[in-house]
């Protein structure tokens, strides 16, 4: 049962938003009136309208702007002179994190130390300091695309994931977030030397080294095998031609003839590309 | 007054929703937990619960345990002359559980709310609820145990938004579920699991160890060849889990043929041993994240339930795998039953849970055999076309049309079946209609099969000849391993006939079992200190002086607690 668009938000009683929140507070209170074991029909309509509506939200919230960030109030003329400073830097860091090299960000990083004399600053200037704290927290956990390395060095200078660091306290789950960002980039080193090894052609020693990296410790946390998986398979997919036994080895392994649709969310036509050409080893 | 009961592979509980909470119900013995154990007595008369549990080592013959594996099979267990089959065996530890609940709230219970795995199948589901009927209990919903323990946990917590992962490892079965909680909603997003895994299978483990370590050189390798070897075992197997928990090495001990034979394991080789049993742990939660569309850092909690949670590698691994410790703010071993009381309150319309409300999933999918062309005009059989995709919010009503691939083609035979496999052997089947169809050029003819599943785990199959508009309706009520309506009245009328040890006599029953069972374990002069202590107690159980038996009891016990160090439940 599908339902277009326009019926779903006049079932849930509400007009066109992109608000998930407020689409699940309309069907919680409908569903109160409409619960699944008294009204079996009104709560199949209700939820097709429920689920219609989320998408159409998604759809909404993709399709427009992202909303603004008020500004905190009561901030000292010091703060924001500092802060307007410091921002281009922190910015043109965005920047080398997702369009230019690892050894760039890093070395833009490097100036700007020493550009502002941040050591220093570290243990004369808390207000400094902890602006330039700040702008790297937002480098690290907003943007997507950041460097590994430039996350391990950001994250051993300020040691958000140290115990008792103020970060634990404020703000657990960036910290686990962040813990786990660590452990996905030594996964994502571990798949870079694999497809190295699979270049140069030693097929055999990298299906060796993958089954000793299965039962590895790393790849135990399951956030951190689904994208060993993926980028794998996204590596293995632009390889010509495709390495069959280390293919076999890795379908085998993960039981991608099982369940593969993570492989194909994370990057669709590398998996088309990969499945295309790797079709008559899934047995 | 419904009554939420947690059936389970190793022990089972009772809770009532009362005053707004849930309230465990305690046994004969004073104890929440009930061992699903079930035994006749020297006089044939049936014992539950611990008593059982205590003679599975000197009476393993009228003795039975870990039946739920068989719910949903025809496999029957012999206790003495008579066979049971794991519904009977089942009905009577909800009996006993009935009577302990009437007992506590001083009034008759004649409804139950029962959870089961979410992984349960379709046959498991209805011998659940024929178990139910058996021991006069109405069951006015089965829960999924996860859903239970979040049901639990959900209230508990009381934060108005949250997600979370239910990890449930009982004695014999692991399911998973994710669960989100909106505005007074707890909505189940995605379960899996299996149905043959769970903290029996580490104690089996132990025993597999020992026979290859020191059994096989002195003759014995089949571990089941002897009832009471098998048990004695068992017995010893849990006792070395329960150290291991603690110490980093334990023993096991048994004496065969004149001889001890003596093992020790250290913890970091049971750690290795039970690589391949964690191993498996993995598949299910991967599968749930997936169709939950979730990653293990967007949830909020990760929630312990099912005994088996208790064990320290189980905990470190569930840390390992999401990055995170787990919650462990209600009993693992309550959790479910608490559940299931909260389910009897919602389905009892208790004032404080009427701004609570529970969707389920139905945790596999469910379809139709179809043949699929292989040449040009050749059509081969046996391929599964999914109606219901797993993980779709219950109830749920789904449609697909089927063609057919003959030409003039008068019949169609529609089998069912559950399961994810693409093909139908690999799947279990659930039913089958023939209905006729006018004869038309093969493909011409369509017939749309609509399949109803509804909040108890019952479907509905509907066909509709499209040409006609003709309907054929199935309602899979009875299939392979099910007792069919006759059949139940049929046992009911046997289990009428068991006599059931008096319950107020439990106590004492119970304490005499354990004597004989550490009698037989025991050698030398603890041996006769136990014959001497039980030999006592049944004198003074002979004057049927309430008083003086008490403290007879109290006495006897205390030397048994002695002699094995602690009370073991």
New interface residues.
């Given amino acids: 049962m599908t339902m277009s668009s326009p019926e779903c938000w006049q079932h849930l009683g509400l007009t066109p938003t992109p608000d998930e929140r407020e689409i699940k507070r309309a069907y919680a209170r409908l569903l109160k009136t409409t619960r699944p074991e008294d009204d079996p029909e009104g709560f199949q309509i209700l939820r097709s309208a429920f689920e219609a509506a989320l998408w159409a939200a998604d759809a909404l919230r993709q399709a427009g702007p992202a909303p603004e960030v008020a500004e905190a109030p009561g901030r000292d003329t010091r703060d924001l002179n500092l802060e307007a400073q410091l921002r281009p830097h922190i910015e043109e860091l965005a920047r080398l994190n997702e369009q230019g090299t690892s050894e760039e960000a890093l070395l833009a990083l490097a100036e700007l130390m020493v550009r502002f004399d941040l050591h220093t600053a570290k243990q004369q200037d808390a207000q400094l300091w902890s602006l330039f704290e700040d702008g790297m927290l937002w480098v690290c956990c907003d943007i997507a695309a950041n460097h590994d390395d430039f996350l391990r060095e950001a994250i051993a200078l300020f040691g958000w994931t140290e115990p008792g660091n103020w970060l634990a306290e404020k703000d657990a789950r960036t910290v686990e977030w962040l813990k786990l960002r660590l452990k996905e980039a030594d996964a994502l080193s571990a798949v870079d030397a694999l497809l190295d090894q699979l270049e140069r052609g030693e097929e055999g020693d990298a299906s060796q080294q993958l089954a000793h990296l299965v039962e590895d410790e790393m790849l135990v946390n399951v956030d951190v095998r689904h994208l060993f998986e993926a980028e794998l398979m996204v590596g293995l997919s632009e390889l010509e031609p495709l390495p069959m036994v280390f293919s076999q080895r890795a379908i085998e392994l993960f039981g991608w003839q099982r369940d593969y649709r993570h492989l194909h969310e994370y990057h669709p036509e590398a998996w088309e590309r990969f499945h295309g050409r790797a079709e008559h080893l899934v047995v | 007054m419904i009554l939420g009961i947690d059936l389970g592979t190793t022990n089972s509980l009772a809770a009532v929703w009362q005053d707004g909470r849930a309230v465990m119900i305690p046994n004969a013995l004073g104890q929440t937990l009930t061992p699903s154990v079930v035994g006749l007595d020297d006089q044939g008369e049936v014992l539950v619960g611990q008593a059982a549990r205590e003679r599975l080592l000197t009476h393993p013959q009228l003795t039975a345990s870990v039946f739920k594996r068989y719910m949903g099979s025809n496999r029957t267990e012999r206790l003495g002359t008579q066979s049971f089959r794991a519904e009977e065996l089942s009905a009577l530890v909800l009996k006993s559980l009935k009577a302990d609940a009437e007992r506590f709230l001083g009034q008759p219970v004649e409804e139950a709310v029962i959870t089961v795995p979410a992984y349960f199948s379709d046959a498991q589901r209805k011998a659940t609820k024929i178990a139910g009927q058996l021991a006069g209990l109405k069951v006015e919903?089965l829960v999924n145990e996860p859903t239970a323990a979040a049901l639990a946990y959900g209230l508990h917590e009381g934060s108005p938004e949250s997600r979370f992962l239910v990890f449930d490892l009982g004695g014999g079965t692991f399911d998973i579920s994710i669960l989100e909680l909106?505005?007074?909603?707890m909505e189940v997003r995605a379960s899996a699991g299996d149905n043959f895994l769970g903290g029996e299978d580490f104690s089996e483990l132990l025993i597999d160890g020992f026979i290859e370590a020191v059994g096989k050189a002195r003759g014995l390798s089949d571990k089941q060849a002897d009832a009471n070897l098998y048990q004695a075992l068992r017995k010893q197997a849990e006792q070395a889990k329960r150290t291991l928990s603690s110490a980093e090495r334990a023993s096991m001990e048994l004496h065969y043929q004149g001889e001890l034979l003596s093992w020790t394991i250290s913890d970091s080789e049971f750690l290795q041993r039970c690589e391949p049993l964690l191993k498996r742990l993995?598949?299910p939660?991967?599968?749930a994240?997936?169709d939950a569309r979730l990653?293990?850092?967007d949830l909020d909690q990760i929630v312990l339930a099912g005994g088996a949670t208790r064990k320290p590698i189980i905990r470190k691994?569930v840390a390992?795998?999401?990055?995170?410790l787990p919650a462990m703010n209600i009993n693992p071993d309550e959790v479910v039953a608490q559940g299931a009381a909260v389910m009897a309150g919602l389905k009892a319309r208790d004032a404080a849970l009427?701004?609570v409300?529970m969707?389920d999933v139905a945790p596999y999918s469910l379809g139709i055999e179809v043949s699929e062309q292989t040449a040009p005009g050749r059509y081969q059989p046996g391929f599964y076309l999914p109606i219901i995709e797993r993980n779709l919010?219950?109830?749920?009503?789904?449609e697909q049309v089927v063609n057919t691939v003959a030409d003039n083609q008068t019949a169609l035979h529609v089998r069912i079946f559950q399961g994810e496999s693409r093909l139908v052997k690999d799947n279990i089947f659930l039913g089958e209609i023939t209905i006729p169809v006018p004869p038309k050029p093969a493909g011409q003819m369509a017939v749309s099969v609509r399949f109803t599943y509804?909040?108890n785990g019952l479907l509905e199959a509907e066909m509709t000849v499209e040409a006609t508009g003709e309907k054929h309706r199935l309602i899979i009520e009875d299939n392979p391993g099910v007792l069919t309506p006759e059949q139940v009245e049929e046992r009911l009328h046997a289990l009428s006939k068991l006599k059931i040890h008096p319950r107020e006599l439990l106590p004492n029953a119970t304490l005499l079992a354990r004597a004989d069972r550490m009698y037989q374990q025991l050698l030398g002069d603890e041996r006769q200190w136990v014959a001497q202590a039980a030999a006592q107690f049944q004198a003074i159980l002979e004057q049927q002086d309430e008083a003086a038996i008490v403290k007879a009891r109290e006495e006897l016990k205390r030397v048994l607690d002695e002699l094995e160090g602690e009370g073991w439940l």
Avoid at chain 2, 182 to 185: A, L
């Fill in positions: 919903r909106f505005e007074g909603v993995r598949e939660i991967e599968r994240l997936r990653k293990a850092i691994l390992k795998l999401f990055g995170r009427n701004e409300v969707t919010v219950v109830p749920v009503s789904r509804d909040v």
